[in-house]
């Protein structure tokens, strides 16, 4: 599944729409955030996964989505299950995404 880009008013209704969320927050300026860009894709269309919705938020442009999760630093990673924050964290480790999105099962 593609990676979506989404807003803040997009973000609620993601959130209400799926099961399973797991965001990237990043900011532009953040080249770390870049680096881990390819892995997190890589990483959303594998097809095990195609019941995980695959977010990214600019946390600079979207406070309320960036407030959901507690965002503190870039980048960050959060999963939510039927609308709720599961976990959250900064990284940018593969193995960090893959054990967030193990717990949404």
């Known amino acids: 599944m593609a990676v979506l880009t989404v807003t803040d008013a997009e973000f609620k209704k993601e959130l209400e729409g799926n099961k399973k969320v797991v965001v990237k927050y990043y900011a532009d300026w953040c080249g770390s955030c870049r680096l881990f860009s390819p892995k997190y894709k890589r990483v959303s269309n594998e097809d095990e996964l195609q019941d995980v919705v695959?977010?990214?938020?600019?946390?600079e442009k979207n406070p309320e989505a960036r407030k959901a999760a507690g965002v503190d630093n870039l980048p960050f990673l959060?999963?939510?299950?039927?609308?709720?924050?599961?976990?959250g964290s900064a990284g940018s480790k593969e193995e960090y995404?893959?054990?967030?999105?193990?717990?949404?099962n």
Do not use: Y
């Open 78 to 87: 959060a999963a939510f299950k039927d609308g709720e924050l599961v976990e």
């Open 54 to 59: 695959f977010l990214e938020v600019d946390a």
């Open 97 to 104: 995404l893959r054990s967030l999105i193990a717990k949404l």
